[in-house]
């Protein structure tokens, strides 16, 4: 119990108060709607950026690999096909594809004038019955002049052929060939005599051979050296008593 004292007329009064007794608390009330969403706020100043951090330091290289298998290496489509007149065999850098003999128009004649490198095996078609009045001949061909005792022999011939280049060409009156180009043979320029027929000027291969036991005259096709004669060609360069060389080039 509290006790109040107040004065009236200088005379106490003493109050009575009662003592207040705290009730239960009330049961909580439903949770009311949630008010509408206030407008953003103004956006804040940029903050200030940053220094770049130390770069880090560079690893070690690592230890090289080890070179891996060599694939296997693949022919190209194409390749070219030569004659190397004056010999039974191809240069490294060609496969054989046969060995034969050098032919043509005999040197009196005029049929074909370029010579044919004629295979050893030779096979024909069903015989034409009858006489053949029109017609051309095919004769061997032999080496003519001072040829280290190759006078009157037979010419031998091999058709060569190379997977990785597509043209062929011969080079008259040089033994070397064209840069970015590959010599597959080099020799001496030959053809027929200068009163006989015509015939194809001919790079044969300085290392000539000759057919065995073949050196008996039957003339035929025959190879002679081709000289240079000065006039409107023109000397020097050119020399009316040289041979004239060539080369045989591939690319």
Request: glycine share 14%; net charge positive; proline share 8%.
């Amino acid at each position: 119990m509290i006790v109040s004292v107040k004065m009236v007329h200088q005379v106490p009064l003493v109050l009575l108060v009662k003592k207040e007794i705290k009730g239960t608390p009330g049961v909580s009330g439903p949770k009311g709607d949630t008010g509408p969403r206030g407008d953003p706020g103004d956006r804040g100043p940029r903050g200030l950026i940053g220094d770049t951090g130390l770069r880090g330091p560079i690893g070690l290289t690592g230890p090289k690999g080890h070179k891996g298998v060599k694939g296997d290496k693949e022919e190209r489509n194409g390749g070219t096909v030569y004659v190397r007149w004056g010999h039974d065999q191809c240069p490294s850098t060609a496969t054989l594809v046969y060995t034969g003999r050098a032919g043509g128009s005999h040197h009196s004649q005029g049929s074909g004038s370029n010579p044919q490198c004629l295979p050893l095996d030779p096979n024909y078609l069903p015989h034409i019955f009858g006489s053949q009045q029109n017609r051309a001949f095919m004769h061997g061909a032999e080496y003519q002049g001072y040829l280290h005792g190759n006078h009157d022999r037979d010419v031998p011939c091999a058709v060569c052929y190379v997977t990785q280049r597509s043209t062929v060409y011969m080079v008259p009156a040089k033994y070397t060939c064209p840069s970015g180009w590959t010599r597959e043979y080099y020799g001496f320029l030959m053809a027929e005599h200068h009163n006989h027929s015509p015939s194809q000027f001919t790079c044969v291969d300085t290392a000539f051979k000759s057919v065995i036991d073949s050196s008996k005259n039957h003339d035929g096709l025959l190879f002679f050296f081709v000289e240079g004669r000065c006039g409107s060609l023109p000397c020097p360069p050119y020399d009316n008593t040289r041979e004239l060389s060539c080369a045989v080039c591939t690319k």
